[in-house]
């Protein structure tokens, strides 16, 4: 029976670009569960790649087959985004391991749905200085850089991810995002003995 890996870290921690190595080198066959976002598409990012950017109106149909999983809505200086992640035909649990990026509560939602033992956490940590540097650093390379978002986001992550809330979740082991190869070596050296 396969499982879900759910890469999970506050704002810049690098889920994005873990998550890009991990499918890279994917020695394991790991598939994909691209979730859903109502918010805008940012500069770089694919339809159906880094999330499934779709509008309310279709989230509302989605609601209304009772697809939705989990969902988070982020009330930011643009207005309500949201995310989830639906129970489309992408999930095949019998036949398939997956990695998908998500948040400490879509985590626990997922483990409500498929039970503890097919959903395991990757929780990447960074200090917050050089966090917030790569995301500022991030941020300027987009046309229209949204610092003030990305201020809520690094300020909303402290309490969202406060220590109470990453031990309720049963979050034990951590990965540290400071040197690309090494995290992305552990995290595959991980993944490979849980799903022996
Ligand atoms: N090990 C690393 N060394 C240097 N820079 C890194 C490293 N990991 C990620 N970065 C850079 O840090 C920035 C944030 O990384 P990334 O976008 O992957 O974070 P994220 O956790 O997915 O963020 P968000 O949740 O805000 O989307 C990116 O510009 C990325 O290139």
Not at 24 to 39: C, F
Not at 94 to 103: A, L, R
Request: hydrophobic letters at 35%; a negative charge.
């Amino acid at each position: 029976m396969g499982k879900i890996f759910c890469v999970i870290g506050k704002s810049s921690s690098g889920k994005d670009t873990i998550f890009k190595q991990i499918l890279e080198k994917n020695t394991v066959g790991l598939k994909t569960i691209v979730p859903y976002t109502t918010r805008p598409i940012r500069d770089g990012e694919t339809n159906g790649i880094e999330y499934f950017f779709i509008n309310e109106k279709e989230l509302e149909n989605l609601e209304r087959d009772n697809k939705i999983i989990e969902l988070r809505a982020y009330h930011t200086v643009h207005g309500i985004w949201k995310y989830f992640t639906a129970h489309d035909e992408q999930i095949d649990l019998v036949s398939n391991n997956y990695i998908m990026i998500g948040t400490l509560d879509s985590y626990m939602k997922l483990k409500e749905f498929f039970g503890d033992k097919k959903v395991r956490p990757i929780y990447i940590e960074l200090e917050d200085g050089i966090r917030l540097t790569r995301a500022i650093e991030r941020e300027k390379l987009q046309e229209n850089p949204k610092y003030s978002e990305m201020c809520r986001r690094f300020l909303a992550d402290a309490q969202d991810f406060s220590e109470e809330n990453i031990k309720k979740a049963g979050v034990v082991r951590r990965f540290e995002n400071q040197d690309l190869s090494q995290i992305v070596e552990d995290i595959i050296q991980y993944i490979v003995q849980e799903i022996k």
